[in-house]
């Protein structure tokens, strides 16, 4: 599996390496002997990029990249090492590109503003969010976005491993969100909710006896009413965002 890959000293070392390659004395080579000019490190990580943008991480392979960039499979390796590493470098170079806003206002208007530019970016990426970061990528990308989303907790009243731990809940929310709305989206296919309802609708009435699902059938009815839809990502999201919010606003009160 990808992660496991991940996890080996060697692939960390090497990922290290790449990561941080400006900010070395002597930065890693990248391309061999016959290599094309015009082929970096840079651009690799970009053509990868883009590739598991169009197509997903699954269509993303060193031999596929190789192919779209006109070179050899093994051209290829001599300037990522291997595919675990080129994920770390593809994390982190989305983290460095991507533009962040100020936080202004309430650290609870702050916290909001991360939340939804970290949404922005998976959902531009949904890629993204199928790689696991329980070990992260550690190059200069994500350590400037750690900063800054660090600071929307700045005046909350929460004590530093509580703010670490805050920022982890709000990202894994935002991670989960975007994966159940990409989820949905590639569920609802061509069927809009008011013509799947319109078609489902009829069926459950004849079989489904509110007397037997008296919450299910009082609360779902009001909800679907009240939102057009069995599940909307939107308000889904929304919501639980600010009952995180509330419960960040008691822990610091207590």
């Known amino acids: 599996m990808v992660d496991d890959e991940r996890t080996s000293a060697e692939v960390t070392r090497r990922s290290l390496e790449l990561l941080w390659r400006d900010h070395l004395d002597a930065p890693p080579a ?6 094309p000019r015009a082929l970096t490190i840079d651009r690799v990580v970009e053509a990868a990029v883009d590739l598991a943008d169009a197509e997903g991480l699954e269509a993303m392979t060193m031999r596929r990249l190789a192919t779209d960039l006109g070179v050899r499979a ?13 994920l770390d470098l593809m994390l982190d170079a989305v983290y460095a590109r ?14 909001r503003t991360v939340a939804d530019g970290h949404r922005a970016i998976l959902v531009a990426h949904p890629w993204m969010a199928a790689v696991s970061t329980a070990r992260p990528p550690l190059g200069p ?41 990409v ?15 319109a078609s489902a609708g009829p069926l459950l009435a004849q079989v489904v006896d509110p ?4 919450l299910a059938s009082r609360i779902g009815s009001a909800a679907g009413e009240a939102r ?18 509330l419960a960040f606003e008691a822990l610091a009160a207590r």
Not at 30 to 35: A, N, S, V, Y
Not at 151 to 158: I, Q
Not at 228 to 245: N, T
């Open 30 to 35: 990248g391309g061999g002997r016959g290599r």
């Open 74 to 86: 093994m051209t290829l390796y001599t300037y990522v090492p291997s595919r675990a590493v080129l």
């Open 98 to 111: 991507t533009s962040r806003p100020p936080l202004t206002g309430p650290w609870q208007e702050r916290v």
């Open 141 to 181: 990308g994500v350590f400037t976005t750690y900063e800054h989303e660090l600071g929307a907790f700045e005046g909350s009243g929460l004590d530093d491993l509580t703010v670490d731990d805050a920022l982890s809940c709000v990202l894994s929310f935002v991670r989960t969100s975007v994966r159940e709305q």
């Open 183 to 197: 989820t949905a989206e590639a569920a609802r296919g061509d069927q809009d909710d008011e013509a799947w309802w």
């Open 211 to 214: 007397a037997a699902f008296p």
């Open 228 to 245: 057009g839809s069995a599940h909307d990502p939107e308000h889904a999201y929304r919501f639980g965002l600010d009952a995180l919010i």
